[in-house]
């Protein structure tokens, strides 16, 4: 069985601040995906990584993908209030299997 | 607009009295998929669809059915719901075959089984 885990699971952060959250993978996949979960809402997909290497960046978040050491991370830079949520990366097996870490609460300070 | 349609968003039911939310998306994808939210579990596959007719388990397909009798309906049904199904449910779709696998989600479903 396939298992993603995200560190941390909480996470307080003082506005302005950078900080990284990881997600490790147990078995090979070369596509993990982020989402964005606000309080009482739906998931929304806020990053897409389909090789080894690849890193995409919006605004004051960036993801990056190492396959080869299973891991993921979600930089984020100066934060914001707004950044403030539940954030879950995800992988898949052959397009249709698809496995969730158990997110990360993200609380931006004023 | 293009989305994900669940219903009922709220439903408090009874233990062993069937019910199925429905899900419906106007993308034209051919992958659907059911998820459950539970509390420090994240989300957790109950099953999927890659296209009309097929379907098969994701990780927690017990005590679930689904159907794909056309494409842009994607039901769940719980034949006998039983307390332990209490949860936050969330249909997905994608374009499915050699696309990005990006899921597209719906609003969600409260279920409290009593």
């Known amino acids: 069985e396939l298992k993603v885990e995200q560190n941390p699971l909480f996470l307080s952060m003082q506005e302005g601040k950078n900080y990284t959250i990881y997600c490790n993978y147990s078995t090979t996949s070369d596509r993990l995906y982020w989402y964005r979960q606000d309080p009482g809402k739906s998931l929304e997909s806020l990053f897409v990584l389909l090789s080894n290497g690849a890193v995409k960046q919006e605004g004051r978040l960036m993801a990056s993908l190492d396959t080869k050491a299973r891991l993921s991370t979600l930089h984020i830079t100066a934060a914001v209030h707004d950044l403030s949520a539940t954030y879950f990366c995800a992988v898949d097996i052959a397009g249709n299997q698809f496995y969730f870490g158990t997110g990360t609460s993200l609380t931006v300070i004023p | 607009e293009a989305q994900v349609t669940q219903n009922p968003r709220y439903l408090i039911t009874v233990t062993g009295k069937k019910l199925t939310v429905t899900c419906s998306q106007n993308m034209n994808h051919e992958y659907m998929s059911w998820y459950r939210q539970d509390p420090g579990l994240g989300l957790r596959q109950i099953y999927y669809?890659?296209?009309?007719?097929v379907t098969d388990k994701g990780d927690v397909p017990e005590g679930y059915k689904v159907s794909r009798k056309e494409k842009r309906n994607f039901p769940l049904i719980l034949e006998s719901p039983s307390p332990n199904q209490t949860s936050l449910y969330f249909c997905?779709?994608?374009w499915g075959g050699g696309s990005t696998g990006e899921l597209f989600f719906g609003e969600g479903s409260r279920l409290t089984v009593l």
């Open positions: 997905a779709s994608s």
């Open positions: 669809s890659m296209n009309v007719e």
